[in-house]
């Protein structure tokens, strides 16, 4: 067990009950407050201990850290320079000061005041600058889903999808953070009983639930990176909702893929829980056959028990939870999608992020999508305020939230919480 | 017509005869050389202008420019603080002070000498960094050719085809300049007699023959950029081979696109040419038949009249040319394509890039791709060497190089030249 995540820590810092965040979590994030331009910060109970002030105050300098890595508006420069040994060695060097055995930090009065700020009076902003998006396909149960939906349950996976993590570019320049509102788009799409395509507002709008990674700078463009070495390459994992326009998508995928169907926005939490904060919650996965290919054989449990819901928020403020899947149910691991990627020598740079695909479950209350979910629109969803929904309407607010719980620790993810408005004139 | 593109204009600085870079064409590059650091320059005969010197003497400071625009190893904080005008403005300044006509510069002997660098003591690095890369299927008789080998001619272009630019993301990491050696990439491929895949080096390395161009900063997401506006976004063109791995895509692609057969490599040439220094070239497109939904309607004439070839030159060190294209052969505008990309509110930044898909003319000899070109492995192609060709093979040079040429005039790109080097084992 990493000494960070021992079970037995308390944190000086109140961490009140069913917090997302306490003293084994410590995820990382950018925010700024009314008076504090954008710097690093990472949760703890309903505080956020600001990097950039006890930077400034001298409590990170023997771990090597300098004060110019947390005075930016977004992690890249930290996980570029700092690696992977580095960001676990920071995430431990926090635990100790946060820790109530400890009392280098607790001891002091006007430093903790100075570098805990309370989230609710801070502004979270988008925490990586992301440099290339790739969102995989990896849920069987969703694979299949669509399959069946789209194509006949016999043939619902095609030939390729056991042996490869099938995935594709996806775009970056729209990625938002966690509150950002969603306008609905626009596109061409054709009525089934049409020869003629027309423009207009997306009738079919859905969100993805999905979980993301991003990656520490890697190796040189037409170097591999082996199974082996695919964790040394992930720094950590945020919810991520993949808002998709299922009429566009129709029309436009075929033959080249998703394109104006996604790039509208995907919207992401806040905070990147560390890779070494989940160890608790590792799995084995499915077993996989036919057999994959030897670059794509994995060593140890790489999948995690981290359950997620999806709710929807009406516009009278009611939520329901329409979906309660968990990370475990991927067919493929973040250890063999990173490794596919890099298999044909294509380079990852730091602040790249990875994407699982839909994670739904075998059980219907398990599906990650409101495709799913209603069956293409054949099966309404109840919502509690007495409306039903097939797809996302304008008002609605889509809220995803992901937490795993072992021996009384609880590490969560926030939540990504974004309002759909209507389309632009 | 703008100044700079006066037919008349001529330069102190020597331009040999068959120059793609005369007074008229003035495009943006980063170079670095062995005692300069990677700065801003441009291109002129066989020289460059180096735009970080000329700064530092103040002959730009006029025009607003801040020296540390300039030295900097990529071109997007110029693009982005210049925008349309600016770098209009600029690219006229510098017109100005190369004219032989003007004595500003041409008078002063110690500043011309440490302004302007031979292009051969230059090493010319990668001139943008890539945000997001979109590339389009925009010409028909490549979409043709490829319908027909893979479905059948009668049904060769998908329904949506001739309704929107058919495009998908791409990979931005493994962008790079000329004249770095590309790996053949390994991938999984399955032969058609077989149930089972493997995993090695590609059999069916391509290029595609296509032309890039990257973006001014866009606006904010959710809004769109109409067809009217969508020039005013456009900084610059260059030439792109999309290398693509045939065997590998043919396995991957279904039913989500292109992925690793194509994100292994792609390679630009060096020098960005500004629209305005296009404006030459323009020629009316084909009639779009059916005619196009509303938002992808065009005035003016938005194709350009630029002569493309692809040369592969064996390890003999024989060069032969293998097509010989021209971007007029395109369905779909740069207009039509970025308005269509911000039809859905999808944002770009200063520095995207967007390629056109490779560029085939409807003569066999001016298909923009080995696939087309030996009709998928049909009908060899006769080397110089009198070795054949049916795709590319260990140690082959491709070479792309295009240019226009109007009343004496070549505005040109200069070339992006890749070796293929074995795959990495």
């Known amino acids: 067990m990493i000494p960070a995540n021992n079970p037995a820590l308390v944190s000086w810092v109140d961490v009140p009950s069913g917090s997302d965040f306490p003293i ?100 979270l902003h988008l925490p990586i600058e992301v440099g290339d998006y790739t969102d995989f396909y990896s849920s069987e149960q969703h694979a299949y889903n669509v399959g069946c939906m789209f194509r006949d349950p016999d043939n619902a996976l095609m030939p390729n999808w056991k042996h490869l993590p099938v995935g594709y570019h996806g775009r970056a320049s729209s990625i938002v953070v966690s509150g950002v509102p969603i306008h609905r788009p626009c596109g061409q799409t054709r009525a089934d009983d049409s020869d003629q395509p027309t423009y207009g507002p997306c009738r079919l709008l859905d969100f993805e639930l999905e979980i993301g990674f991003v990656t520490f700078e890697g190796k040189a463009l037409g170097q591999r990176i082996s199974s082996a070495e695919a964790e040394d390459y992930i720094v950590g994992l945020f919810l991520f909702n993949d808002w998709s326009a299922r009429d566009i998508q129709k029309w436009e995928y075929v033959p080249l893929g998703p394109f104006l169907a996604k790039s509208f926005a995907s919207s992401i939490s806040p905070w990147i829980v560390l890779l070494d904060a989940l160890e608790p919650f590792r799995v084995a996965g499915p077993v996989q056959d036919p057999e994959v290919l030897p670059y794509l054989q994995q060593d140890g449990e790489n999948f995690y028990d981290i359950g997620l819901s999806v709710g929807i928020e009406t516009g009278q403020g009611d939520e329901t939870i329409v979906s309660r899947s968990n990370f475990k149910h991927m067919y493929w691991s973040m250890v063999q999608q990173l490794t596919h990627h890099s298999s044909n020598g294509c380079n990852i740079r730091a602040g790249d992020v990875l994407a699982s695909g839909t994670i739904s479950g075998q059980d219907e209350s398990a599906y990650g999508s409101m495709l799913e979910l209603s069956w293409r629109g054949s099966k309404p969803v109840a919502m509690t305020d007495g409306t039903e929904r097939r797809f996302i309407q304008d008002g609605d607010t889509v809220i995803m939230r992901g937490h795993g719980e072992r021996q009384g620790v609880r590490i969560g993810f926030g939540e990504v919480r974004s309002k759909v408005l209507p389309a632009i004139d």
Chains 1, 2 share one sequence.
């Open 24 to 123: 084994q979590n410590l995820p990382f994030g950018i925010f700024s407050t009314e008076n504090l331009s954008p710097r690093v910060g990472v949760a703890i109970g309903d505080m956020i201990l600001d990097c950039e002030a006890l930077a400034d105050r001298g409590y990170l300098q023997d771990a090597g850290f300098p004060l110019e890595l947390f005075a930016v508006d977004q992690l890249n420069p930290l996980i570029k320079q700092a690696g992977k040994l580095g960001m676990r060695l920071l995430r431990e060097r926090l635990s100790d000061l946060l820790n109530d055995d400890g009392v280098e930090l607790k001891s002091q009065e006007a430093d903790r005041a100075a570098c805990l700020i309370p989230q609710k009076e801070a502004t």
